[in-house]
């Protein structure tokens, strides 16, 4: 069984269209997170969620918007897609309670913007 | 934010102990360093954490000063699936949690 899967793995769309990144993750943690790795190999942090409730929020465009039903499942909603928003996007979580450092990733979802 | 610095790339071959130095000279007192490891096409994948001085499990050890503002991932006999791109990454639950570019080690035969 996958720990945190995302879907879809691949996604080609055009500039100005609104796409979704799902992710779940059957750890039982308490936090998950989006990340994002541009072409030069950094992985920033976009956002991460804990209880429902937003506890990061980097200088990261309104048009991402993360939505959590659910402590398992952190969604990556993104409006008007523009070129610069292509990359790799990565889900993580981690269990805050015991938190040793540890996040695991979902293997990504490459975000190609035409 | 502790911003960390670690070489570009490192070439190595199989059989030779790997030692990556990461800075991190803002560190602050209640951050942990912590080192990834990340296949093309794969997630990060933990590899070890610590505090203070030294560290070991099953795959690496890590070697922390006591002024903490450096660490050295060690990783003993490598073989070529370690070619990877190793991050180290400092901070805890509440910072934001970016991660460097993290150093290529590439292992040749």
């Known amino acids: 069984d996958t720990a945190v899967s995302q879907t879809p793995k691949y996604l080609v769309t055009q500039m100005g269209n609104d796409k979704s990144i799902k992710c779940e993750q059957n750890?039982?943690?308490?936090?998950m997170y989006w990340y994002k790795q541009d072409s030069k190999k950094f992985l920033k942090i976009m956002f991460s969620y804990n209880n429902k409730e937003l506890i990061i929020n980097e200088t990261v465009p309104n048009r991402f918007s993360p939505k959590s039903p659910d402590k398992a499942h952190l969604n990556l909603h993104i409006n008007s897609l523009e070129l610069g928003d292509s990359a790799v996007y990565f889900c993580?979580?981690?269990?805050?309670?015991?938190?040793?450092?540890?996040?695991?990733f979902g293997e990504g979802s490459r975000l190609t913007v035409l | 934010l502790a911003k960390t610095t670690q070489p570009i790339s490192m070439d190595s071959y199989e059989g030779q102990e790997v030692n990556i130095t990461c800075s991190h000279n803002?560190?602050?007192?209640?951050?942990?360093i912590t080192w990834y490891q990340q296949f093309p096409s794969q997630g990060p994948r933990f590899i070890i954490q610590g505090y203070k001085t030294k560290v070991t499990n099953e795959v690496a050890s890590l070697f922390i000063p006591a002024d903490r503002k450096s660490s050295t991932l060690s990783l003993p006999r490598v073989s070529l699936s370690d070619t990877a791109v190793y991050y180290c990454?400092?901070?805890?639950?509440?910072?934001?949690?970016?991660f460097g570019s993290g150093t290529r080690l590439q292992v040749q035969p």
């Open positions: 990454l400092v901070g805890d639950l509440r910072r934001a949690l970016t």
């Open positions: 993580a979580s981690s269990q805050e309670g015991a938190w040793t450092g540890e996040l695991f």
């Open positions: 750890l039982g943690h308490d936090t």
């Open positions: 803002n560190i602050a007192t209640n951050d942990y």
